[in-house]
């Protein structure tokens, strides 16, 4: 695998990225079965790539993209659950690459917060919970995290 084939691997909006953070989570937390925490996954997840911009694991990069293909096979539905119209978003789209590196921030960001290891679960029900009845995030504070987290990866 080249640096171009895994920069060139997809694209997919903000919105759906943070899905496919979510998806990404519930598949890693279940394949270690629920004892893995957030350090696991950060100390997994901080060594995935190399300066070059391969990836270092490839069992990680494989259940990032199949992440991903799950995601893309939903399509449009993906943004119609988090009520894109109500999200204030430019619309952009981010790199499959650089969605990991979205993930692995905001994700670093919420470590830092709790300033503590976390279990795996703790941390998908925290992102999951914003989602209300009607699919859309509720929660402004983690969207706007997730935008700065964006912002971060973009600089």
Known sequence: MSASDVKDAGRISVQA???LMCVFLQ??????????TLVDLLSSGG?????????????????WCDAFAEVVTVGSALNSEFCSAQINSSGEY????DAFSVMMVFLESIFDR?????????VVVRLMSPLGDSGCLDDSS???EWVESVRKVRA
């Open 94 to 97: 981010l790199a499959l690459l």
């Open 17 to 19: 990225a943070y899905v």
């Open 142 to 144: 983690v969207w706007a």
């Open 114 to 122: 709790s300033g503590e290891d976390l279990p795996l679960f703790e």
């Open 27 to 36: 598949k890693y937390m279940e394949r270690g079965e629920g004892q893995d």
């Open 47 to 63: 060594s995935f790539l190399w300066a070059n911009g391969l990836p270092n694991d490839p069992a990680m990069w494989d259940d």
